[in-house]
């Protein structure tokens, strides 16, 4: 290859990269809500994960959820990926308590925290985006609801999101804490 190729490549590599950033925009604006809230389902669209914004006017988290579908026959799937973007949420009600690990921002070691098997959030304004792999779409809707359940990881996903935005920083017992038991 050339050097006269690779400037074509990455060329069309950057018009694809504009052609869906104006795709993206017009997405968000279509909705009317405030451009910066749609950060944390940005970030977690294009790096994973679940995230939060807020500003003194108003808050967001994204919360994302993954379902793989396979097929035995054609021993083939995909995993679809579910973004839920709330404006303005908070949690009603939360039920159970599980001990899990996680790893947040800066932190090095992942630490022991308690969050909610299943919550009852409500939020301002609340949208779904299901991100299918298999056939390369977005598809993004807003839910005619205020309230919503979520249980497994999308509620505790949600909380440790909330945490972040009222408390600043997740904080929980170092994994240091442990015991290393060697089975015989």
């Not at 290859?1 to 968000?28: P, T, W």
């Amino acid at each position: 290859m050339d050097n006269g190729e690779d400037a074509n490549m990455d060329a069309e590599e950057i018009r694809a990269i504009f052609r869906f950033s104006a795709l993206e925009k017009n997405l968000i604006s279509s909705f009317g809500i405030q451009g910066d809230l749609f950060l944390p389902f940005l970030l977690s669209l294009k790096a994973g994960g679940s995230w939060s914004y807020a500003t003194e006017e108003a808050k967001s988290i994204a919360v994302k959820d993954v379902i793989t579908y396979y097929d035995e026959e054609n021993r083939a799937g995909y995993t679809l990926e579910k973004i839920y973007l709330f404006i303005n949420p908070e949690i009603i009600k939360g039920e159970g308590v599980i001990f899990r690990l996680e790893k947040c921002g800066e932190r090095k070691e992942r630490e022991l925290v308690e969050r909610p098997y299943r919550i009852t959030l409500r939020a301002k304004r609340m949208l779904l985006a299901e991100v299918n792999p298999g056939l390369k779409e977005i598809r993004i809707r807003e839910l005619n609801k205020k309230k919503i359940l979520l249980k497994g990881t999308p509620a505790y996903s949600a909380a440790h999101e909330l945490e972040h935005l009222e408390k600043g920083e997740v904080k929980g017992t170092p994994i240091w804490t442990f015991e290393y038991i060697k089975d015989q």
